[in-house]
């Protein structure tokens, strides 16, 4: 069964930053996207950042281009979101999502996701 733990959320000042960690296990997953996603109460859950485990191609959503690294360790079997200038507008919970790389749909829909973290918090203060 394919378990996603996330970690390293906290409570950070804008322009600040943090490292989230995703560790997966269950499967290999060779054959998957990781994605990370966030949601705001009341909001939506959008697609922050993304990568194919195998070959290592990145995507990002365009807000966070430039300022956010998705990354994983083969060896930890771990995705990393590293973000950096946080701002305030980014407080969210943050989740670690995996899906098999034949899946129909866009990297990008939280929908096409088969598989969820439980979160962690983001909190940036002004």
């Known amino acids: 069964q394919v378990q996603l733990v996330e970690s390293g959320g906290g409570l950070v000042q804008a322009g600040g930053s943090l490292r989230l960690s995703c560790a997966a296990s269950?499967?290999?997953?060779?054959?998957?996207?990781m994605g990370w996603f966030r949601q705001a109460p009341g909001k939506e859950r959008e697609f922050v950042a993304a990568?194919?485990?195998?070959?290592?191609?990145?995507f990002y959503a365009d807000s966070v281009k430039g300022r956010f690294t998705i990354s994983r360790d083969n060896a930890k079997n771990t995705v990393y979101l590293q973000m950096n200038s946080l701002k305030p507008e980014e407080t969210a919970k943050y989740y670690c999502?995996?899906?098999?790389?034949?899946?129909?749909?866009?990297?990008?829909?939280?929908?096409?996701?088969?598989?969820w973290g439980r979160g962690t918090q983001v909190t940036v203060s002004s």
């Open positions: 999502a995996a899906r098999f790389t034949g899946t129909s749909g866009s990297i990008w829909y939280a929908s096409s996701y088969a598989y």
């Open positions: 269950g499967r290999t997953f060779d054959s998957y996207f």
């Open positions: 990568v194919r485990w195998s070959g290592g191609s990145t």
